[in-house]
T-cell receptor, first 118, second 112 residues
Framework: DTGVSQDPRHKITKRGQNVTFRCDPI?????LYWYRQTLGQGPEFLTY????????KSRLLSDRFSAERPKGSFSTLEIQRTEQGDSAMYLC????????????????FGPGTRLTVL | EDQVTQSPEALRLQEGESSSLNCSYT??????LFWYRQDPGKGPEFLFT???AGEEKEKERLKATLTKKESFLHITAPKPEDSATYLC?????????????FGAGTRLAVHP
């Protein structure tokens, strides 16, 4: 029973560069979420996928951010022209539809990707 | 607007000293209140879900309770390995999708 995995775990980049993160959800989960967490705060919602459809985006997700889930399995989050304010932990979570034995609306989180923009 | 407030921000306990963490919430129709544990540099780890006032859940030294306005996470006889940040979240449902709205967390340190 594998959990949510994220890659890379850490990313250091220079301001203005583009970065891409990957999330592999729990295999039977059709719902996938991205959150951002800064030091001393709880995670903040960014976006949500049901299968391959992106159904909701937070106003925190500026035009420089784009997320995809092309085949309804793994997802990528890309940040273009990174800024120092983008430095944060980016968390991915997934939840199922009740057939996996886990609660339908429980979101299980991955280990996160720590982004540092210099 | 849905909101979650956790107190205290930080709590220091001696091993064996029981205490409680508070999570106050305002939400238009509670669809679930969640407790997570987060260790430094890691993602949140699911602990409990509560759905209705009066509900209680237990796991080892942790017990979560829910009223109409707040939830408590009771820690009985804590050990140093219980040191972590405890996050509370409510489920916001809108337009057929759901997201979690988190509080800022309570940082718990248990000393031997």
């Amino acid at each position: 029973d594998t959990g949510v995995s994220q890659d890379p775990r850490h990313k250091i980049t220079k301001r203005g560069q583009n970065v891409t993160f990957r999330c592999d959800p729990i295999s039977e989960h059709n719902r996938l979420y991205w959150y951002r967490q800064t030091l001393g705060q709880g995670p903040e919602f960014l976006t949500y996928f049901q299968n391959e459809a992106q159904l909701e985006k937070s106003r925190l997700l500026s035009d420089r951010f784009s997320a995809e889930r092309p085949k309804g399995s793994f997802s990528t989050l890309e940040i273009q022209r990174t800024e120092q304010g983008d430095s944060a932990m980016y968390l991915c979570a997934s939840s199922g539809d009740g057939t996996s034995g886990r609660a339908i609306d429980t979101q299980y989180f991955g280990p996160g990707t720590r982004l540092t923009v210099l | 607007e849905d909101q979650v407030t956790q107190s205290p921000e930080a709590l220091r306990l001696q091993e064996g000293e029981s205490s409680s963490l508070n999570c106050s919430y305002t939400v238009s129709g509670l669809r679930g209140l969640f407790w997570y544990r987060q260790d430094p540099g890691k993602g949140p780890e699911f602990l409990f879900t509560l759905y209705s006032a009066g509900e209680e859940k237990e796991k080892e030294r942790l017990k979560a309770t829910l009223t109409k306005k707040e939830s408590f996470l009771h820690i009985t006889a804590p050990k140093p390995e219980d040191s972590a940040t405890y996050l509370c979240a409510v489920r916001h449902v809108s337009g057929g999708y759901n997201k979690l709205i988190f509080g800022a967390g309570t940082r718990l340190a248990v000393h031997p």
